[in-house]
């Protein structure tokens, strides 16, 4: 990359200041009985009767506390003289394998020493049904449709992709993820533009055809804590998620600035969010014509990949330049088979590679024609779109900051400190 690096090496990096952003921190500190009560409802755990065998889902998204919400479920079920089981309910994530989920369920520590019950995982599906509206054929686990009852666990949030009553939640953990690698091909492989109707018509025929007795909702604050936790039956699941998916849109966090000409992202990843990096707040969506918001960034520039993510790079096609260490990480075999089966190849589409961070930051700001003032850029760095509180911006962005009541002042400017490789950390 050496004609590269000539090209760049006297672009300057700005000076950083480290801010907080604060937001509504709101929390629930009693989880385990939180759940118990949601689920201690006549309507709701009353279903449940000895002896049946109970499938508690469980997905691929980094909810906090997933698995002690989870054994919390799986407590009650017993408790009911019931037989509970976890199954893995993420569609295609985990490289589209009963291996890949079962390793996801791991690293959130659901396991069955740590649940005390079975942790299912297998991509086998059965019909179900068939949707009222279009007629299409519905499928979901093998496993959870032989159970005698289904309770669904899963987060309320924003999707990432399309706008409607039911976005990410309930109603698409069951339409996507019990549907595992053939469910979700089914609702991707059509248009985008349906997508909102088709996970409500999934979700619904599920609903009517499947032992499904209801679940657990969660909403998270800003600070990925625990908002709120509600006990949905079927029926509440259709009139309720609305009105908690519209609560999520509230709590969630956000770049406190409208707009930036860089921002750089420290690292994406699938337990992130299912496109690497929350659109919600990166502002680069899949499908822009059918979703809008965060912050407008001209460039975007990711260093590098989670742990959790296991080489699923997913997302790394809306970035414009990454870094070597990234690609080096990159597994194809993790990441190809989600925008096989979600047909967003261009999430997969790998941006200008550079040898480290610093030339990584540098060919961004030296691209950025649209910026107001070219001597003094705006940039924004994340560590990555779940944990925004505290963040650095550059000082031409100080008088934004001091102006805004909700933003404080943490350092005085500085130099951003890379290593001998060029490398922040």
Known sequence: MKTITNLIENVPIPRMVR???????????????????????????????????????????????NALMARAMVDFVKSRGAEPFIVAAMGSHGGATAEGQLQ???????????????????????????????????????????????????????????????????????????????????LHSQSPAIMHE???????????????LGGIAVVENAYDETYLIRGLTPQEIIDEEPKLKELSYKTIAHLLFDKCDVLVVDQIGKNISGDGMDPNI????VLPQF??????????????????????????????????RLFNKMNLEMTYPTGVTNTFLHLMKIPMIMDNDREAMQLALCCCPEAEDQQNLKMIRIRNTAHIDEIEISE???????????????????????DREGNLF
């Open 282 to 285: 990166s502002g680069r969506f």
């Open 19 to 65: 801010v907080r952003e604060n937001f509504d921190r709101t929390c629930i500190h009693e989880i385990p009985a939180t759940i118990l009560r949601e689920l201690d409802r006549e309507e709701l755990g009353g279903r449940i009767l000895p002896g049946m065998k109970i499938a508690i889902t469980c997905g691929s998204r980094g909810i906090n506390h």
């Open 396 to 418: 031409a962005l100080l008088p934004l900051a001091k102006a805004n009541p909700n933003i404080e002042i943490l350092s005085e400017p500085y130099d951003l400190k890379f």
């Open 291 to 324: 979703c809008s918001g965060g912050i407008a960034a001209e460039k975007v520039v990711i260093l590098d990949l989670t742990d959790e993510t296991h080489g699923n790079a997913q997302g790394i096609g809306l970035a414009e330049v990454t870094t070597r």
């Open 104 to 186: 996801i369920l791991k690293d959130y520590g659901v396991t069955e020493e740590a649940m005390g019950c079975p942790v299912k995982s297998c991509m086998d599906t059965v019909e179900i049904g068939v949707t009222e509206k279009r007629h299409q054929h519905v499928r979901i686990d093998k496993n959870a449709a032989e159970a005698d009852g289904i309770l669904l666990f899963n987060r309320i949030k924003p999707h990432t992709s399309f706008r409607g009553p039911y976005e990410s939640g309930l109603m698409k953990m069951m339409a996507i993820g019990l549907g595992k690698q053939v469910g979700a091909n089914a």
């Open 198 to 212: 088709l996970v409500e018509e999934y979700g619904r025929t599920i609903l009517k055809n499947a032992p499904v």
